[in-house]
């Protein structure tokens, strides 16, 4: 059987290029590894998505995810390993399993970046965590330190003060890269403390858990100790594109690259979401981009015929 068009993960780009291409008539599957939702599973409030005034990132998943069945998506679970094109017909591989399709659509998105200091690997789960919404509770009247300056420090930060004594917030510059809205939303917030021009060095603890961290001021060189009972790591994102690397389809950094009609230099391979070059990942973006890509492998399949 050869699919009109696989969609390669179902974050909400991949579900909303899943319901457009369905919605047409075409044939789809919807390949995921995990829950359909993608990094919105690990988002407390979403507040920019129109339509809800603030929604959980868990509910707004099951929301795109419930009309897909209407529209004749076939949901199949895998990792997918690699991406074949054989120029008429694509080929996914999973694991022991492979599916062919006339289209892909790659809609992987993009996946936390590690901050590359001594501990954090070690203590990974044990006070170390990227997922303020999955650990944040388990850190009850305990001092926190998140890691960065984006949007996903900031509001995480905020996130956790609802569990924690104290959130301090270190960032590498002395100025937030986050949303300024976001940025007031902190500097109001009694338990948020920043230190600024900093990194860190080390994350220390015993056999058990985290218990204090290493930061170095870049502007004095000097070194100073602190006790925090967890560390959230909040220093951006890599795209998710080791399955199609041999492609030829991405920039040296991975992200893939596509036209205003989400196509690759590949004929017949789309790209939408975060694991594309772009500006601005977000919900919405990634739901625009899904639509143009339903669209554009309905032509692309009417085109072919
Ligand atoms: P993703 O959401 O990354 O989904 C990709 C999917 O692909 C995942 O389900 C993954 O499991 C699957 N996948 C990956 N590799 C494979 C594979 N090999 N095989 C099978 N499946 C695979 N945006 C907002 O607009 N508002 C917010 O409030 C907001 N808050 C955020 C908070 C945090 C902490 C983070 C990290 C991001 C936030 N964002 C927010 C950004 C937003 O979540 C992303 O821009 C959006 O989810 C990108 O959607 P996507 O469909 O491109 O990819
Ligand atoms: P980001 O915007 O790339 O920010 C990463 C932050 O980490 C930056 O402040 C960066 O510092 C810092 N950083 C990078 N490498 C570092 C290192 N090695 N050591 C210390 N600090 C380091 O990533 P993000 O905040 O995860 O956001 C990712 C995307 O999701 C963005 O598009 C964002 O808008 C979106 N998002 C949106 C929302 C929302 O709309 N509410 C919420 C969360 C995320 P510099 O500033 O110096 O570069």
């Not at 044939?27 to 829950?35: D, R, S, T, W």
């Not at 902190?186 to 600024?196: C, T």
């Not at 230099?265 to 772009?278: C, E, L, M, V, Y």
């Amino acid at each position: 059987m050869i699919y009109d068009t696989l969609v390669i993960g179902s974050g909400p780009g991949g579900m909303t290029a899943a319901l457009y291409a369905g919605r047409s008539n075409l044939n789809v599957g919807l390949i995921e590894q995990g829950a359909p939702g993608g990094q919105m599973n690990n988002t407390s409030d979403i507040e920019n998505y129109p339509g809800f005034e603030t929604i959980s990132g868990p509910d707004l998943s099951m929301k795109m995810y419930e009309p897909l069945e209407k529209f004749g998506v076939e949901n199949i679970y895998g990792i997918v390993e690699r991406v074949e094109d054989h120029g008429d017909f694509k080929r996914v591989i999973a694991g022991d399993d492979h599916y062919d399709a006339k289209t892909i659509i790659l809609a992987t998105g993009a996946k936390h970046r590690l901050v590359g200091v001594p501990g954090e690997q070690e203590y990974n789960s044990r006070g170390v965590s990227y997922c303020a919404v999955c650990d944040g509770a388990f850190f009850r009247n305990q001092d926190l330190l998140v890691i960065g300056g984006g949007d996903s420090a900031v509001e995480e930060g905020i996130y956790l003060t609802q569990f924690a004594d104290k959130v301090t917030i270190v960032h590498r510059r002395d100025e937030l890269r986050a949303q300024k809205i976001l940025q007031d939303r902190a500097f109001a917030n009694d338990k948020i403390d920043f230190i600024w021009d900093s990194v860190v060095e080390e994350i220390k603890g015993d056999d058990v858990k985290v218990r204090s961290v290493d930061i170095k001021n870049v502007k004095t060189g000097e070194v100073t100790n602190h006790e925090f009972g967890g560390v959230f790591v909040y220093v951006g994102l890599d795209p998710v594109s080791s399955m199609i690397s041999d492609l030829g389809i991405t920039d040296q950094a991975g992200w893939v690259i596509t036209d205003e009609k989400m196509r690759t230099n590949r004929s017949g391979i789309f790209a939408i979401g975060d694991i594309r070059q772009k500006d601005l990942r977000q919900i919405a973006t990634a739901v625009g981009d899904g639509a143009i890509a339903g669209q554009e492998v309905y032509n692309y399949i009417t085109e072919q015929a």
